[in-house]
């Protein structure tokens, strides 16, 4: 049910953490993996894990014959730091720190080229500051070629950067879109499973009021459904609340991530039109100022691509996993630590209830009509007797038998769906006294009193299906189904464009500052040649000039 509930869930707030962490310096890859881990365990439980948790007052078990299985074990065959290196051959587990490590280990490339830049870029700009300072004697060389390619240059990069923020904006939309539909349906699942169990709560609570005749159910019974009607609604309040406040934490998240994205792409774009055009018009002294912005910048975008690379990759992971948990949902796997769906306890006392008090209701309506109904007692004998007469009454079909499997309906008896119908042929015309004044066994009263019972033992038993959903995980299965289905494609996709558009844009400004560097190299050498050329021009006409004036 509330499966995904976020994956994404679950990897909403995991991206926004990963991206901030990340985005702060300091022991980037630890700290990333150190907090997805602790996040990824936390939310995943929150989110993944609340419906299936609704009912939770007992603890899963070992069933035999149960096979441990390896979730997503081919995509999550990576390399493990902690590892020596080696092959992660466990398959996917967010409790696993040897899992969270080999994902973020996925984003040591990028985290590489974001080191050797802020290093390798930072060391030429010392080197270009050394040799502007300290060497006076500067030789200028201008070539036409050079300078018409790194104007060339300057001008590709910029529109690259264009495309970048394009293809990251574009996709941080789609993203948010995606998550907010996925958030959606499982808060939706949530709600209607909350709604559910406060009905079979509602329904066991107004079989306790049911009277025929003066006759009720037995008072033990009516005990055990105060118990059970008492955890029912505590965990659909529970689970109510849990995905309020869930809910409200992945709006935040998805509203803090659309703003850093948005913010990425238009400091980045901002950045590259006005260094270029800036490097264009002739404003040098500015330039190495956007110089070292964006060499920050440009390191710290590298950073947040691995961030989300690995965001990529874990929302990749956990959707196969949930695919393949699908296939085959009684094996034991990493999966059992957020959803326990065996032999859930309270799930199985409401079912069981519920099921008995169906049962008892259809056996209370059946001794009204064998003792009441279809008797014909003494004028003597009150208050049973009110003048019945006529055809006897059909007994209404239980659905369960003793042991509360279900059982087939024979000839002779209504079901809950025509038992309305058939009964109604039975009521007599009565006097104020309450006596039958034509052929009939049944009053208006005994009718409405049989008809509300039999209403409230036929939603006991249409909500057995659900019940069963709860205890043996069918629910689950369906909505990580349908999350897997209909949701995961679009978020592993809108998460792809989202990195790669982060990727497009701090390669870009990363050319893109270099070109910057060259042109405003070639730019000075080229305003310097011209002068000297003017220089040198002048010079010879004031020369040629004094010897025509001495002749």
């Known amino acids: 049910m509330l499966g995904v509930q976020s994956v994404a869930t679950l990897l909403l707030l995991i991206s926004t953490l990963l991206f901030i962490s990340l985005s702060h310096g300091g022991s980037l890859l630890p700290r990333l993996l150190h907090q997805a881990n602790h996040q990824a365990q936390g939310i995943i439980g929150d989110l993944l894990g609340g419906t299936a948790r609704l009912l939770i007052e007992g603890e899963s078990i070992d069933l035999p014959g149960n096979s441990s299985m390896i979730l997503a074990e081919n995509r999550t065959d990576r390399r493990d730091p902690l590892d020596g290196f080696r092959h992660y051959t466990g398959g996917w587990n967010i409790s696993n720190k040897h899992y969270i490590y080999s994902v973020g280990f996925t984003a040591v490339p990028l985290l590489l080229v974001a080191a ?15 040799c502007h300072f300290c060497l006076r004697r500067q030789h200028y060389s201008y070539s036409r070629l050079t300078y018409g390619l790194s104007l060339g240059f300057l001008i590709l990069f910029t529109i690259a950067v264009l495309t970048g923020s394009i293809v ?23 709600d209607d499973t909350a709604r559910k169990l406060r009905n079979v709560s509602d329904d066991l609570n107004a079989a306790k009021g049911i009277e025929m005749d003066q006759m009720f159910l037995p008072s033990q019974v009516q005990n055990n459904i105060d118990s059970v009607t008492k955890k029912v609604n505590a965990s659909a309040s529970t689970l109510q609340s849990e995905t309020e406040h869930n809910s409200h934490k992945i709006r935040h998240a998805l509203n803090v991530l659309r703003i850093v994205l948005i913010t990425i792409a238009a400091v980045m774009l901002l950045l590259a039109f006005l ?57 034991h ?19 069981y209830w519920s099921k008995d008090v169906s049962s008892d209701l259809v056996g209370l309506i059946n001794k009204y009509i064998g003792n009441v109904s279809n008797s014909d ?6 208050p049973s007797y009110y003048n019945q007469s006529g055809p006897l009454v059909p007994l209404l079909c239980s659905q369960y038998h003793l042991n509360r499997s279900d059982q087939e309906c024979t000839g002779s008896e209504v079901n809950f769906d025509n038992a ?7 009521i007599c015309q009565v006097s104020e006294d309450g006596i039958c004044t034509s052929v009939g066994r049944l009053r208006p009263e005994s009718y409405n009193q049989m008809m509300a019972a039999v209403n409230i033992s036929n939603s006991l038993y249409n909500y057995g299906a659900f019940l069963v959903g709860l205890q043996d995980c069918s629910l689950v299965r369906e909505t990580f189904r349908k999350i897997t289905r209909d949701h995961c494609p679009r978020l592993r996709l809108h998460s792809k464009w989202i990195y790669v558009g982060m990727v ?8 893109l500052l270099i070109s910057w560097v ?17 220089f040198v021009a002048f010079s010879n006409q004031d020369h040629s000039s004094k010897i025509v004036s001495s002749q």
């Open 116 to 130: 050797i830049w802020f290093l390798g870029f930072g060391l030429c700009l010392c080197f270009i500051c050394i």
């Open 168 to 190: 990251l904006h574009t996709g941080q939309g789609m993203f948010h879109g995606s998550t907010e539909s996925t958030m959606k349906y499982v808060v939706k699942q949530a």
């Open 275 to 331: 260094g270029s055009l800036l490097s264009i018009l002739g404003y040098q002294s500015l330039v190495p100022i956007l110089v070292i912005v964006g060499w920050i910048l440009v390191a710290l975008t590298f950073i947040s691509s691995g961030a989300f690379l690995v965001l990529h990759n874990l929302m990749g992971d956990t959707c196969v996993a949930m695919d393949e948990w699908v296939q085959n949902p009684t094996a």
């Open 333 to 351: 796997s990493a999966l059992d630590d957020i959803l326990p769906c065996v032999d859930n306890a309270t799930a199985q006392e409401t079912l």
């Open 377 to 382: 007692p003494q004028p003597s004998i009150s």
């Open 420 to 426: 309305s119908e058939e009964w109604r042929k039975y």
């Open 504 to 511: 497009m844009v701090s390669s870009a400004v990363m050319l």
């Open 518 to 534: 060259v042109y405003a190299r070639d730019k000075r050498h080229r305003m310097y040649m011209m002068q000297m050329a003017r």
